[in-house]
């Protein structure tokens, strides 16, 4: 029947239940687990999951690592939750920002053997939902009972885990003119994903030759650079210089990709911001809270473009895996064209990282 969910709306449901601090029941073909994220989990919620029965702290390997803990499942780590442990200790884990001040953490016991199936699930999950990754587990008999007496959303690993992997699906909702400094013959698209998650834009600039390579930035949101003007990082001036060059040029497309942070989100990326602050560059930031150097989906920009009816570009970056990205789904990238602005006293050693620890051609 149409109008029951489809694993899709049942993978954005999960999303918004882990933010709210409710539990999800995961699912697979050996077994199933009540799953809540650690960032949103209360003190009645934990010792209720501690009465079910024992508690694993699923942590990536990234996180793992800082806290000198063994990742037996390759990117992932199943720590086991002793039974008189709070939630401070809990947080203490999943969360860096008192690793300086409070080293010393365990002994923090590894599992090992066994399938951590549903626990890699879960980390991927509590990513997608912005959220610190590290989430709690507790085994589960009769999920599907468990979850429909519960009023919880059950994911099957089989459906959800594919949907995690891919691009969504994205749609035009709306476009309409809007002139700009950079332009007056400026057109705004939006583009909503199927997942339910942030819808991304297409900033027009005049009316491009769709047969023709398009002067074409990919430019991930920052509220922080584009709004606030901060100087620790290019990316305002980087916005502002790539809308100005397609001005211009007379045309140009501006793909505005809400993926703050390198794809962790405003919130993670403030935690970054305050580990940047006791001495790490913003690499060891994001490895310290669990993720990778770049959590971004750049498949996004060559969807939008595609839509437009784009497949050439002459592509605005420093960045070669936008270029690698571009040409892996499709589109040609006929020429880069440099973009190095904003560079001052602030942002000097963030983007020497980004040159020696990202390739970035700075």
């Keep these: 029947m149409s109008l029951f969910p489809t694993p899709l709306e049942l993978l954005a449901r999960a999303r918004v239940d882990l933010r709210m601090g409710l539990p999800v029941v995961l699912s697979d073909g050996s077994g199933a687990a009540l799953a809540i994220a650690a960032e949103s989990l209360t003190p009645e919620r934990l010792q209720d999951l501690q009465a079910m029965g024992p508690v694993t702290l699923a942590l990536t390997a990234r996180r793992a690592e800082t806290l000198k803990?063994?990742?037996?499942?390759?990117?992932?780590?199943?720590?086991?939750?002793?039974?008189?442990?709070?939630?401070?200790?809990?947080?203490?884990?999943?969360?860096?920002?008192?690793?300086?001040?409070?080293?010393?953490?365990?002994?923090?016991i590894s599992e090992r053997g066994g399938s951590a199936a549903l626990h890699r699930l879960a980390i991927a999950l509590v990513k997608s939902a912005r959220l610190l990754p590290a989430t709690l587990l507790v085994p589960l008999e009769g999920a599907a009972q468990f979850a429909a007496e519960h009023g919880l959303t059950l994911l099957p690993q089989a459906a959800a885990e594919p949907l995690l992997s891919q691009s969504s699906p994205l749609h035009p909702v709306a476009a309409a003119r809007l002139p700009m400094l950079a332009a007056e013959a400026g057109r705004?698209?939006?583009?909503?994903?199927?997942?339910?998650?942030?819808?991304?834009?297409?900033?027009?600039?005049?009316?491009?030759?769709?047969?023709q390579p398009v002067l074409a930035r990919l430019h991930s949101a920052c509220f922080t650079g584009d709004v606030l003007g901060s100087l620790k990082c290019d990316c305002g001036p980087q916005l502002q210089g790539a809308l100005a060059q397609m001005g211009d040029q007379g045309s140009g497309i501006l793909l505005y990709l809400n993926q703050?942070?390198?794809?962790?989100?405003?919130?993670?990326?403030?935690?970054?911001?305050?580990?940047?602050?006791?001495?790490?560059?913003?690499?060891?930031?994001?490895?310290?809270?669990?993720?990778?150097?770049?959590?971004?989906?750049?498949?996004?920009?060559?969807?939008?473009?595609?839509?437009?009816?784009?497949?050439?570009?002459?592509?605005?970056?420093?960045?070669?895996?936008?270029?690698?990205?571009?040409?892996?789904?499709?589109?040609?990238?006929?020429?880069?064209?440099?973009?190095?602005?904003?560079?001052?006293?602030?942002?000097?050693?963030?983007?020497?990282?980004?040159?020696?620890?990202?390739?970035?051609?700075?």
Aim: no cysteine.
């Design 69 to 108: 803990a063994h990742a037996y499942d390759g990117d992932t780590a199943r720590i086991q939750v002793p039974a008189e442990a709070q939630i401070d200790w809990i947080q203490a884990l999943a969360d860096p920002a008192d690793d300086l001040s409070m080293p010393m953490k365990g002994p923090l």
């Design 188 to 211: 705004l698209h939006i583009f909503r994903p199927e997942d339910g998650g942030e819808e991304h834009y297409a900033i027009e600039i005049g009316r491009a030759d769709r047969s």
């Design 260 to 362: 703050e942070g390198r794809g962790i989100g405003l919130a993670n990326k403030m935690r970054a911001y305050s580990l940047q602050d006791q001495g790490f560059d913003t690499v060891e930031a994001n490895h310290r809270l669990g993720f990778e150097d770049d959590e971004r989906d750049f498949r996004l920009g060559a969807a939008i473009l595609k839509k437009l009816g784009f497949s050439q570009v002459r592509l605005l970056t420093n960045n070669p895996n936008k270029i690698a990205m571009m040409e892996n789904t499709g589109i040609k990238v006929t020429e880069r064209v440099a973009l190095k602005v904003g560079e001052n006293a602030h942002n000097a050693a963030y983007l020497a990282t980004k040159a020696a620890k990202s390739g970035h051609m700075l």
